[in-house]
T-cell receptor
Framework: GAGVSQSPSNKVTEKGKDVELRCDPISGHTALYWYRQSLGQGLEFLIYFQGNSAPDKSGLPSDRFSAERTGGSVSTLTIQRTQQEDSAVYLC???????????FGDGTRLSIL | GEDVEQSLFLSVREGDSSVINCTYTDSSSTYLYWYKQEPGAGLQLLTYIFSNMDMKQDQRLTVLLNKKDKHLSLRIADTQTGDSAIYFCAERRYGGSQGNLIFGKGTKLSVKP
């Protein structure tokens, strides 16, 4: 597609439920990043994929968070047993490679009741 | 410190110039970026500068980089109401975690008619 596509755009769920967030990057962008933006905060790095290399998971806040990227394209971020502090906007970005500008999707706004 | 720092708010009148300032942390950072975020949207890449440059101009936007002071600024000439948004400064640190960006908390620019 022309831009980075994220779905759903909004997600409201009850505490304790699992959620899956999807990112479809721009074709040809081999690097893919997930960030989290909490209210009034900057962006917090979560995880990074580059080609077939092992992902860099150093930013994941707990073992309830995981992500995968299938076929070097679409990525899903999964949060298990959601907590209220997981409420945030989850942003996905892609780039042509390390050091190249990152292009962001519009994010998924996650609200945990 | 460890954080990328920006002032939180800036208010200007339509037609004036806006200058948004940022202090970054790592003198070996390779790329420095400015992103714009409008309400409900993701981050839009505005411009970026490589660390061996001290100035970059792109239409109404001028980026100045002072490596000695680790200071980055974004000047918007002839500011319009459509420029109202949150502006994020970000650095990519040399040898950083696979290229993820470190963001400031953003400067909210309000443009008054």
């Amino acid at each position: 597609g022309a831009g980075v596509s994220q779905s759903p755009s909004n997600k409201v769920t009850e505490k304790g439920k699992d959620v899956e967030l999807r990112c479809d990057p721009i074709s040809g962008h081999t690097a893919l990043y997930w960030y989290r933006q909490s209210l009034g905060q900057g962006l917090e790095f979560l995880i990074y994929f580059q080609g077939n290399s092992a992902p860099d998971k150093s930013g994941l806040p707990s073992d309830r968070f995981s992500a995968e990227r299938t076929g070097g394209s679409v990525s899903t971020l999964t949060i298990q047993r959601t907590q209220q502090e997981d409420s945030a906007v989850y942003l996905c970005a892609g780039s042509r490679g390390i050091g190249q500008p990152q292009h962001f999707g519009d994010g998924t706004r996650l609200s945990i009741l | 410190g460890e954080d990328v720092e920006q002032s939180l708010f800036l208010s200007v009148r339509e037609g004036d110039s806006s200058v948004i300032n940022c202090t970054y942390t790592d003198s070996s950072s390779t790329y420095l970026y400015w992103y714009k975020q409008e309400p409900g949207a993701g981050l839009q890449l505005l411009t970026y500068i490589f660390s061996n440059m001290d100035m970059k101009q792109d239409q109404r936007l001028t980026v100045l980089l002072n490596k000695k002071d680790k200071h980055l600024s974004l000047r918007i000439a002839d500011t319009q109401t459509g420029d109202s948004a949150i502006y994020f400064c970000a650095e990519r640190r040399y040898g950083g975690s696979q290229g993820n960006l470190i963001f400031g908390k953003g400067t909210k620019l309000s443009v008054k008619p």
